[in-house]
């Protein structure tokens, strides 16, 4: 089974901080994803990649950037906290069409 | 119209009971579906998946009419353990895989 590993479950950051969340997949996918998911709201797409070193932006972009480097690998930056930005962040991981994504499990990120 | 609709609940049922959810879409060009589960605090994982006209899984029957681009997803025979929040899945077009989903209807199943 694809494992996708946040390094963090809970965060505690303070407003004006440059935030990493980290998110690791094994299974060689090609496609990354960034979502946050808010009570009422579901889910919405921050960023995505399709490949190293490429990215695409989503439906809610602004304040967050991402960085891939390597395949496996997916960040997303919160370049200066703010408190809005207190949310559950879900990495998701995929192959290139037609299949479900695998998420993982989450970081609750509360910005103080 | 959203890109996906679906009714948000609560479902409240006795165990044993068959509840079903409809999902509505828009993007008609979409060809492949799915349905997540999503359990209080956790990540959506994946429960079905929608190929062609329906699938079942068990006591999971999911269906597709796409004259009408609604999904549905009927559970039969319902256990306490059924109680989640179900997701309703489907692709955006445009490549990448992009997946958009509807903001969920939550099932509670009591004794």
């Known amino acids: ?112 | 119209r959203k890109e996906v609709e679906q009714d948000p609940g609560p479902f409240n049922v006795p165990e044993g009971a068959t509840v079903a959810f409809n999902c509505t879409y828009s993007n008609s060009a979409s060809q492949s579906f799915f349905w997540y589960r999503q359990d209080c605090r956790k990540e959506p994982k994946l429960l079905m998946s929608v190929y062609s006209s329906g699938n079942e899984d068990g006591r999971f029957t999911a269906q597709l009419n796409r004259a009408s681009q609604y999904i549905s997803l009927l559970i039969r025979d319902s256990k306490l353990s059924d109680s989640a929040t179900y997701l309703c899945v489907v692709p955006l077009a445009g490549g990448y895989n992009k997946l958009i989903f509807g903001a969920g209807t939550r099932l509670a199943v009591h004794p």
Not at chain 1, 32 to 61: A, C, H, N, T
Not at chain 1, 70 to 81: N, Q
Request: proline share 2%.
């Open chain 1, 1 to 112: 089974d694809v494992k996708v590993t946040q390094s963090s479950r809970y965060l505690v950051k303070r407003t004006g901080e440059k935030v990493f969340l980290e998110c690791v997949q094994d299974m060689d996918h090609e496609n990354m994803f960034w979502y946050r998911q808010d009570p009422g709201l579901g889910l919405r797409l921050i960023y995505f990649s399709y490949d190293v070193k490429m990215k695409e932006k989503g439906d809610i972009p602004e304040g967050y950037s991402v960085s891939r480097e390597k395949k496996e690998r997916f960040s997303l930056i919160l370049e200066s906290a703010s408190t809005n930005q207190t949310s559950m962040y879900l990495c998701a991981s995929s192959l290139l069409e037609g299949v479900g994504y695998t998420f993982g499990s989450g970081t609750r990120l509360t910005v103080v």
